[in-house]
């Protein structure tokens, strides 16, 4: 069995976070999005990857030839957008009709792939989806559904809907028989959810559902990034050494939800004060006092500082008495302004 990575293009919305390292690269507690992606999908018994992407190909490349766990890889060449089922389409001669687990590259999630494929295989239908159960709908779009089938799309619901009800989103999860991956039109831009779904669900009646309620968020902007950190960090007070984290002890956990690699460095009097995250090889100076503050690998920050909902780059050195609050900032660009919302983490 195989699976296909849509990673797409330059993700303009992580830049300039992203301008040097491929958005499927980006750490999330010091492990890059495709490493736990991979992990999942070795997991599932998946025999070979295909990476749909058409920026930072090489740097992609590279990654995954250093990979040793036994999985074949293979890069599917995008030279312009093609759309969810347009890349699919592209990457058909190196699917070989086998069966496809397809995976959005921008999104971590603790969904068990091989418990989605047996779903899959009990439904009996041409196409299975993830599901993810929110709170709030009124952003999404979402599925329609009768039971465990997916009968239909709502683009965005308006007027009012049962707040007692679940309501699921895509979650740009899919498994797909040779047959669906064979009927998209090549060489055009297509998109699975207005194109290709529907008309399998108009040829077939319904589509398989796979709910999920655990951990999953999209890595697509500095606000989702930054909230895929603090989740992932709170899936492992939560869940303990669950399959995710596969069990690492390169870290600390402390109270307040600070997660602090063991090669970080510490001033003297430094103030970890609820929700941090301290990467690879990062060090915070004497005095210093952060909050709701990702530091990714290699940031220095210098003494005296206050950081607040800040974002610190690879490599970063923020000057001593720096005192900033909704910031991204990146080794040679302007700072960049970013709105985290805690009470949107669920972890406040």
């Not at 590279?62 to 969810?84: Q, R």
């Not at 239909?152 to 040779?178: C, M, R, S, W």
């Not at 655990?214 to 869940?239: C, H, K, M, P, Q």
């Not at 402390?254 to 510490?266: A, Q």
Request: proline share 4%; with cysteine.
């Amino acid at each position: 069995m195989k699976a296909l990575l849509l990673i797409g293009g330059q993700a303009t919305r992580l830049s300039p976070l992203n301008k040097h390292i491929a958005k499927s690269l980006m750490p999330v507690c010091d492990r890059e999005v495709l490493n736990y992606q991979i992990g999942q999908l070795a997991r599932a018994g998946v025999s070979q990857i295909i990476l749909a992407a058409g920026y930072m190909v090489e740097q992609l490349a590279d990654y995954v030839s250093g990979y040793s766990g036994g999985l074949e890889f293979a890069i599917s060449l995008e030279e312009e957008p093609l759309g969810t089922a347009g890349a699919i389409a592209h990457a058909a001669e190196l699917v070989d009709n086998d069966r496809l687990v397809v995976l959005n590259a921008d999104i971590i999630s603790d969904v068990d792939i091989a418990e989605v494929i047996t779903t899959h295989e009990a439904g009996g239908r041409p196409a299975t989806l993830v599901g993810y159960a929110v709170q709030d709908p009124a952003r999404y779009g979402l599925l329609q559904l009768e039971g465990s089938a997916i009968t239909g799309f709502t683009e965005k619901p308006e007027g009012q809907l049962d707040d007692d009800a679940k309501h699921f989103i895509n979650a740009g999860i899919y498994v797909l028989e040779p047959t669906v991956v064979n009927s998209i039109p090549q060489g055009r831009s297509v998109s699975i959810e207005r194109e290709t779904f529907p008309q399998l669900i108009t040829a077939h009646g319904a589509l398989t559902h796979f709910p999920h309620e655990r951990l999953w968020e999209d890595i697509g902007t500095f606000e989702s990034y930054f909230r895929a950190n603090f989740a992932l960090v709170a899936s492992r007070y939560t869940y303990g050494d669950n399959a995710l984290w596969g069990g690492r002890e390169d870290f600390a956990l402390f109270k307040d939800m600070v997660y602090m690699h063991e090669s970080v460095e510490l001033g003297k009097g430094v103030d970890l004060f609820h929700r941090v995250i301290a990467m690879a090889r990062s060090s915070i100076g004497a005095d210093s006092r952060l909050q709701n503050t990702i530091l990714l690998p290699g940031a220095v920050v210098g003494e005296r500082c206050q950081l607040t909902d800040c974002i610190i780059g690879p490599g970063v050195s923020v000057p001593e008495g720096t005192r900033i609050n909704k910031m991204v900032m990146v080794a040679g660009e302007q700072n960049t302004a970013f709105y985290p919302d805690a009470h949107d983490m669920g972890i406040s």
